[in-house]
């Protein structure tokens, strides 16, 4: 059978999302023959690429953080109203403050599928106007919803800590999160790391205890690997489902998050197609050609433990 290059899937190379926050799915693809700065001080000006000391003090063991965003209320309002309408994640512009850093100009826009469904005013999702509660959410009070912060989004180069990109959970799932990243943790899997704010608020709202969390990005990607490797990104609405040759069928429903420059989304094509079309014969025979058994038998099994709704089988 015709393939590309020993392309192993691999759940070592999982970047399993543990919230029960509607979180997408992602898969590493290793191919196994081939193929910072000083901090800113609070006052630093807009526009100018920043970033703190490369470091782990953000998820140190046992530390708390004091967090604060501020945005343009009008843009909050546009965002909410974008989500409302169609269901689309707009970015704004804000500033965050984390123990005392300012990092201005950061990207902020929701994150989540299922948890942010009482923000739209699709029936099918939620209320209308964005007043549901879903996990304890209101637009009402911003505080209250799941982000996704992106510090270079509008300053390029900009990082905290050498990190791109930050979740902020909502409240509801902060303990089972923290629980089940740490426990993935432990069984020597991927992972995320996570710190708890203990205060968090919102252009100076009433504060919050919340979870932030290490997102998967292309920093996140290449951190994985010991040789050369790609991850995959899926969403909710993604087919895990062989659909022809066209590579360009597949690039809303899989984000490759590294190496753009020198791969593509061939290996996962070609490992759907060999799903789709393999006989039971070859299924059994060929299986350990493609995934990392073990590994994602492993995987599987800390899935069914922790009762993880949102992991990949659950979500396709």
Known sequence: MQRSASLILSSSFLAVTLGLTGCATTAAISPAASSSGTAQPSGASPGISQ?????????????????????????YAAMIAAYEANGSKEWIKADITIDGTLM???????????TLRSLSGDGDRGPAGG????????????ESLPLLIDFDKYVDGQTYEGLTQLSLRPGSPVLNEALALAL????????QRYAYTTTYSVNGSATQTRLLVENPDESYADSLFGNAGVLYKSDAESSFSYQGDDLETYEEQFKQLNREDSEDLQPVVDFLKWLSEASDGEFDAELA?????????????????LVNGDDMAATT
Do not use: C
Not at 57 to 67: P, S, W
Not at 70 to 75: Q, Y
Not at 131 to 142: E, H, L, Q, R
Not at 289 to 305: G, I
């Open 289 to 305: 050609d493609w995934v990392d058994v073990d590994s994602f038998a492993r995987y599987a099994a800390t899935m069914n433990l």
């Open 131 to 142: 007043t549901g509660s879903s996990d304890g959410i209101s637009a009402n009070v911003p």
């Open 184 to 191: 993935t943790a432990s069984t020597g899997q991927a992972t």
């Open 51 to 75: 970033s703190t000391t490369a470091g782990t003090g953000l998820f140190a063991d046992g530390a708390t953080h004091e967090v604060n965003v501020v945005w343009d209320e009008t843009d």
């Open 104 to 114: 201005s100009g950061v990207g902020v826009r929701l994150k989540g599928n299922s």
